[in-house]
């Protein structure tokens, strides 16, 4: 059975940093496709970046250039660090993980409890 955990949430003020972790358990990051997405109060869970079996990355144009990707195979650990954190940053963030490779898509197959965010002005 999959589990994924998402840690390292928290409030913090603009133009400060996070790394958020998402430990999978039953299941290999390093071979699938694995994803970070946002959540606000009445929208939509949206993409903001993932990573490929292969390594290759995409990002979210809110995201790019500020928050980075990657993950420790040996830990099985998906990690997202965000830098220059901006208010509009603030949500319910969540990792997913599936065998397909589903960029932005939210048909992902398994998810995680979801971690808050929060960037005060």
């Known amino acids: 059975q999959v589990h994924l955990v998402e840690s390292g949430g928290g409030s913090v003020q603009a133009g400060g940093s996070l790394r958020l972790s998402c430990k999978a358990s039953?299941?290999?990051?390093?071979?699938?496709?694995m994803g970070w997405f946002i959540q606000t109060p009445g929208k939509g869970r949206e993409g903001i970046a993932d990573i490929d079996g292969d390594g290759t990355t995409s990002y979210a144009d809110s995201v790019k250039g500020r928050f980075t990707i990657s993950r420790d195979n040996a830990k099985n650990t998906l990690y997202l660090q965000m830098d220059s954190l901006k208010p509009e940053d603030t949500a319910m963030y969540y990792c997913?993980?599936?065998?397909?490779?589903?960029?932005?898509?939210?048909?992902?197959?398994?998810w995680g409890q979801g971690t808050q965010v929060t960037v005060s002005p």
């Open positions: 039953g299941y290999k990051p390093g071979e699938h496709s």
């Open positions: 997913a993980a599936d065998s397909r490779v589903l960029a932005f898509s939210t048909e992902y197959r398994y």
